[in-house]
């Protein structure tokens, strides 16, 4: 950096990793920084000494790389600039070589360019979308209900009928070990296939079909002058139906889009021509659509979102200056850099690319050489060549990005590094997340109701199909689409009727609140409180002293009967400080620990939880001091902490009637531990009483870092073992709800975790097989829908179910629109039964589903998944965020993790 922090930049002497250089396309750099002596720690003082911490413990292996999200950095970002040639090798601009990677998909997206040189190629691959629907499920649409007319975002794809791809293999003779050489020599007999083609070195796809079978050429190669005898074999026809198909009618829509003059950024297409700018924050917003074509129950159809993302109109470059003007030494400006920026998703402004910031590389900065295909160049004689850009402070330090797992399969290890000056911040930080303002501010533009969604999407495919441009890409593949979003008949389930306590039942209307409903209202059942403590700091004690007196108050009506609770003041609520007194006063009695805090500070809030899950287990409620003293809230959020400590100790707080009897519903969710690498944190719940309102609760901790579980055999054997405990019977039928699973993953559960399951069964006993079913859960769907109404479009009533038109033949799936939303427009949950022996019609299905939506004790209302998978998913969380153990076994059969 200019002025004052040169010294900065140049003061790690240990020597870094060899970075990759220039994200635009350097080859990998060797940085030619001049040796310096080391400096004693001891004696580093004043700015610009030292190494700053993480970068010493990324040199001691110690750091755990921050990993990017997928799409965030497709491959040409990393590709070397390569010159034309016209020596019979390819002329490949920004093409990334693989060997050994000739994914049809990459051929295919080829197909669309129609340019001397290929595009630089993907490493997508063709999915086949994989069959889960049980052979002897014949009908996957229900009945019954209050029928409803909607519109959605999908638009029909018309093509021509007799519209067939044709797949040929070239040989080569003599043989050519280069993918370049090959591509060159074949690129001299382009006219043997006028229409459009791709071709990756030994495959090669067109439109056009050979007259003969086999068709042999020849080409020079202009290196040595010898002769080359090419062979083109025609191997296959591809039909539309066929998944090539389908990745093509996607390829061909993205560089439609790019046509149309949107700007492709982590794989969806924005306009930036049209910017929304938020002064007040210094952001931009820019519109774009999230787009794909699939084959669905009768048709292919093509989904549209729209979607928005933010941008910092300041470079990262300034936001390290206004650190380093607020900081008094380099410790402390590093320290706050490396708070601020990594894990941050950054975009460089010379090609839109973005990348998440694992590192920053203070001893590395522009002025610094590294090698290239054609010698030695500096950072920015590099970007002055290839992008015209001139950097202004030759001092800055660089930011560093690790390869993602795609990268590395391409052979791409090193880090790759960014220059500030070039970068913007993409995204929000804790601080915007925190800010209702700053909510407020942003939903404004990018919350957009049914009526005006729907409108909006019709007149961008409208624009989108007369563009001359567009028209002229989609008529040489002889493809088109309705302009009209496709229409759905879907279902409306009737309203349900909430049991409490003495019998009191509640019939819920359209909006599936019952917030009111639950004033004066007794629970389902209550455990009597009879010994428990309260924490406080001493400073607080009148907070402390009214929260007792209002708890009292409001738990009566429930007929939850408490006595007077252990009040223990500490000086300061620190960690210490309370992880002494928790261990001093919990025993074997205690049934409730209460923990009045100050403030949100994680490290305080983990530590109260460790010893209240792990070392001394009781169930335990945390509440912050600021919330208890709002004097408008007050009675309501006791009200909410009194609910919650009920069903912590084991109660229940209201029941719906599922009438399947010796029925165990299950809910399975996962999440990533935040303390360490590659581990991740299985949760489980099930319920374990006839009315399906008590939970037992597991969880496993994997050493993988994946989503599938590979530990539920004991799980599910102890789940069963406590039903029996419980109702004298195991259950006969078990249904599993699983969350976070990838429609690629569908295949690994179908043959990791259902057969874990099947063999809990046979450890129960080899005579034991109850009825099971397991649905796969998505929350992050695209598809929207939208009831047509005497007023326009709206959302969809609560509980509508969606079965026919956007389901896949080859699954058992709906949609659930299962809350009532008044402001934008509803996100459905889709749910995909994968295993089913129940055998179930289904709208019995679709019903227990969204029973169990309403079975979530944190929330009055109905939720976007059923119960067990948000339990399991506030488990996960829990221990993954705080715990980073499996919780006592003691606390198993209580939801004390709410």
């Not at 993918?179 to 796809?205: C, E, I, Q, V, W």
């Not at 206004?322 to 460089?348: H, P, Q, W």
């Not at 902490?641 to 165990?664: C, F, R, S, Y």
């Amino acid at each position: 950096m200019s002025g004052r922090s040169r010294g900065r930049a140049r003061t790690n002497t240990v020597p870094q990793p060899t970075p990759v250089a220039a994200p635009g396309e350097a080859a990998a750099p060797k940085v030619t920084t001049p040796q310096r002596a080391p400096i004693p720690p001891v004696e580093q003082t004043g700015r610009g000494r030292g190494i700053a911490p993480e970068q010493e413990r990324m040199q001691s292996g110690q750091i755990s790389p921050v990993s990017r999200s997928s799409g965030e950095s497709p491959p040409q970002q990393h590709s070397p600039p390569r010159t034309s040639t016209t020596s019979g090798r390819a002329s490949v601009r920004g093409a990334f070589a693989q060997a050994g990677t000739s994914t049809v998909i990459g051929q295919i997206e080829r197909m669309s360019l129609r340019e001397g040189e290929p595009e630089a190629k993907r490493e997508m691959r063709i999915e086949q979308v994989y069959r889960t629907r049980p052979e002897d499920r014949t009908n996957t649409v229900g009945t019954g209900g209050q029928s409803v007319k909607l519109l959605c975002n999908y638009f029909k794809i018309v093509n021509s009928p007799d519209w067939v791809l044709y797949q040929y293999h070239v040989d080569f003779m003599p043989p050519i070990e280069s993918r370049r050489m090959r591509l060159g020599l074949m690129r001299n007999h382009d006219h043997l296939f006028p229409m459009n083609k791709a071709f990756d070195g030994s495959t090669l796809y067109s439109l056009t079909k050979l007259q003969n079978e086999t068709t042999e050429v020849a080409s020079k190669r202009e290196t040595d002058g010898a002769i080359i005898s090419i062979k083109i074999k025609r191997i296959a026809e591809i039909v539309p139906e066929s998944p090539n198909f389908v990745h093509l009618f996607n390829l061909v829509f993205r560089r439609c889009l790019k046509l149309y003059g949107m700007k492709e950024i982590d794989r969806n297409y924005y306009d930036l021509r049209n910017k929304i700018t938020i002064e007040r924050y210094n952001l931009e917003m820019i519109n774009g659509f999230a787009t794909s074509i699939a084959l669905y129950e009768h048709h292919l159809l093509l989904n549209a979102e729209m979607i928005h993302k933010l941008l910092h109109k300041t470079s990262v470059y300034k936001v390290m200056m206004d650190i380093y003007d607020k900081t008094r030494s380099d410790n402390e400006f590093r320290d706050a850099c490396s708070n601020e920026l990594i894990g941050r998703v950054v975009m460089t402004k010379y090609n839109d690319k973005t990348y998440r910031i694992n590192d920053i590389a203070w001893d590395i900065k522009p002025s610094d050489k590294f090698e290239t295909l054609h010698g030695t160049t500096t950072f920015i004689d590099y970007y002055r060549e290839a992008y015209k850009i001139e950097i202004k402070d030759r001092m800055q330090p660089l930011l560093s990005i690790l390869p993602s797992a795609k990268d590395k399969r391409r052979g791409l290890t090193k880090p790759i590094l960014l220059v500030p000056e070039l970068c913007i911040l993409t995204g929000v930080d804790e601080r915007m997340r925190m800010d209702f303002n700053f909510k407020k501010a942003v939903e404004t533009f990018s919350k957009v109701g049914p009526s005006d969604r729907c409108k909006r999407l019709s007149e961008f495919v409208q624009r989108f199909k007369t563009d001359e441009k567009v028209k002229g890409e989609l008529s040489r593949w002889q493809m088109d689409f309705e302009s009209r979003p496709a229409e759905i008949n879907g279902r409306i389930l009737q309203f349900e009727t909430l049991l409490f306590g003495r019998d009191v039942l509640k019939r819920l209307n359209e909006r599936a609140d019952w917030t009111n409903d639950l004033k004066g209202c007794p629970l389902l059942k209550t455990i009597r409180l009879n010994n428990w403590i309260i924490i406080f700091p001493q400073n607080k004690r009148n907070t402390a002293t009214q929260f007792l007196q209002t708890f009292r108050s409001v738990s009566k009506p429930m007929e939850f009967l408490t006595q007077a609770p252990q009040e223990i003041s500490i000086p300061r609520d620190n960690a210490e400080s309370l992880v002494n007194a928790l261990k001093s006063h919990v025993n074997q009695s205690t049934q409730m620990a209460v923990v009045l805090l100050t403030s949100k500070r994680k490290d305080i809030y983990d530590a109260v939880k460790r010893v209240c899950c792990l070392e001394s287990p009781v169930p335990s409620q945390v509440v912050t001091t600021k919330i208890l003293e709002d004097e408008r809230k007050h009675k309501s959020i006791v009200t909410k902490v009194a609910i919650q400590m009920n069903a912590k100790l084991g109660g229940e707080i209201w029941a719906i009637n599922i009438p399947l009897t010796d029925t165990m519903i299950c809910g399975i969710d996962t999440y990533h531990d935040s303390s360490k690498k590659n581990r991740s944190v299985c949760a489980f719940v099930a319920t374990y009483n006839q009315n399906k309102s008590r939970f037992f609760s597991r969880a496993m901790i994997q050493e993988t870092h994946q989503e599938l579980a590979y530990n539920l055999t004991l799980t599910v054997k102890s789940a069963c073992e406590h039903f029996y405990r419980t109702n004298q019977t195991f259950p006969k039928r078990i249904v599993i709800y699983r969350d976070g699973v990838s429609d690629g993953q569908l295949q690994l559960v179908m043959e990791s975790e259902i057969p874990q399951i099947q063999k809990a069964f046979n450890l129960i006993d080899s005579k034991y097989n109850p009825l099971l079913s397991f649905i796969v859960v998505k929350k992050r769907v695209n598809a929207r829908f939208f009831a047509s109404t005497g007023r326009g479009l709206e959302n969809p009533p609560c509980g509508t179910v969606i079965d026919t038109v956007v389901t896949r033949q080859e699954w058992f799936d709906f949609y659930l629109v299962p809350q009532c939303v008044t402001q934008g427009t509803v996100n459905p949950t889709h749910f995909n039964v994968v295993y089913d022996k129940l055998n179930l019609a289904p709208e019995l299905y679709q019903k227990m589903t969204y029973k169990m939506c309403h079975m979530y004790y944190n929330w009055p209302g109905t939720i976007r998944v059923p119960a067990t998978c948000q339990y399991a998913h506030k488990l996960a969380y829990l221990i993954g965020q705080s715990l980073h153990k499996e919780h006592h076994n003691s606390l198993c059969d209580k939801l004390f993790y709410l």
